[in-house]
């Protein structure tokens, strides 16, 4: 097993920085900025119930999940064309470069979409595109994950999952998200049970603001790969032990926890002891446009608040972003010598 070489805490920042990552757990609707929520409105011809971009922005406090939601779904309502889910990624994507992102497995929420009468192809096609030349351009991979709404019916998630069934070779799996609490994975058993058949991987929500239940039952009933969150996974001793045990990881988000209430403040974070619980966690952004950073601005200031996380916890967040991501074996192992390579310069 490699170990990382001594880092001096004051080269930490600079680490985080350089050091090569996956990001596993990115709403693409999420990274929607102001700005570009403006311009989209403008090009498609519609008016915003918000005068400018600041007071956009000021409507960004949120004292839990649905109240962010709320304005996420307003937000996401100025996309049409195909070539807007296209800019949106691309804007992504370079951003995501820019902080060392080799690989980015990204969600996305058709339904939002499609209820507005948008068209299954035009939100895939727009996105794939621009994961095809983000990689030609940039050299980031990245792959699409189609997310349920976890507060629409068992039957719309089976109506979106046979619209996007021509398209399949475009995604590489399925998740669970929205509004969790009084939403429990049981409601998808059968849905996430038939994307299994027809090979998709499978990640879920579960424990951001929901009991420790949602992820048992996201793990025995809709037998999940990942854990999206799963930051209240803690309160369960007998859990933290089967995820550690199976290696199960969490994809965690600590500037979402902090500004959805998850967590009062950074400081009380609980992504040290995820790791000293032995657990597989990495760190993302979320809802990067909504939270207040990227994912490197998620590690430099969770790393800031909790002192107690080391460079060896660097090291091990992004070895495990790697490793818990859906890309074949050859290519993890490429990426991790990278990031070997990467700590060995900064020794
Ligand atoms: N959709 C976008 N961001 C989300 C989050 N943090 N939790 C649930 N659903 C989401
Ligand atoms: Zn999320």
Not at 231 to 258: H, K
Not at 296 to 324: C, I
Request: charged share 20%; net charge negative; aromatic share 10%.
């Amino acid at each position: 097993m490699y170990t990382p070489p001594p880092i001096a805490r004051e080269r930490l920042p600079a680490l985080l920085a350089a050091m090569p990552k996956a990001e596993l757990h990115i709403h693409i609707e999420g990274s929607l900025e102001p700005e570009m929520i403006f311009a989209l409105a403008q090009r498609n011809g519609l008016t915003l119930p918000y005068a400018d971009v600041e007071a956009l922005r000021r409507a960004y406090a949120f004292s839990d999940l649905q109240s962010f939601l709320d304005i996420y779904y307003a937000g996401a309502s100025v996309l049409l064309h195909e070539q807007d889910f296209y800019d949106m990624a691309r804007a992504y994507l370079a951003r995501a470069a820019m902080d060392n992102v080799a690989h980015a497995e990204i969600f996305f929420d058709p339904q939002t979409h499609t209820a507005r009468g948008v068209s299954m192809e035009t939100v895939i096609n727009g996105l794939h595109r621009a994961c095809q030349d983000a990689q030609a351009e940039l050299g980031i991979s990245s792959s699409l994950i189609l997310c349920f709404l976890r507060h629409l019916s068992e039957e719309d998630a089976f109506a979106t999952l046979e619209h996007a069934q021509p398209f399949l070779g475009r995604f590489i799996g399925v998740g669970l998200d929205s509004s969790e609490v009084g939403h429990p994975p049981e409601k998808f058993a059968r849905v996430f049970a038939r994307c299994r058949e027809l090979g998709l991987h499978l990640v879920a929500h579960a424990g951001e603001e929901g009991p420790p239940e949602y992820i048992w039952s996201a793990l025995d009933v809709l037998k999940v790969e990942r854990i999206d969150h799963g930051v209240q996974a803690l309160r369960d001793a007998a859990l933290v032990r089967r995820l550690a045990s199976e290696r199960i990881a969490l994809t965690v988000c600590p500037l979402s926890n902090l500004k959805l209430c998850v967590f009062p403040d950074l400081a009380q974070h609980n992504l040290k002891r995820l790791l000293d619980a032995g657990l597989a966690a990495t760190v993302n952004s979320d809802d990067p446009a909504y939270f207040g950073g990227y994912i490197n601005q998620n590690f430099a200031q969770v790393f800031a608040a909790v002192p107690e996380l080391t460079a060896r916890d660097a090291w091990q967040l992004a070895h495990n972003s790697f490793a818990a991501s859906f890309a074949p074996e050859a290519r993890k192992r490429a990426w991790q010598d990278r990031l070997a390579e990467t700590f060995a310069a900064h020794a």
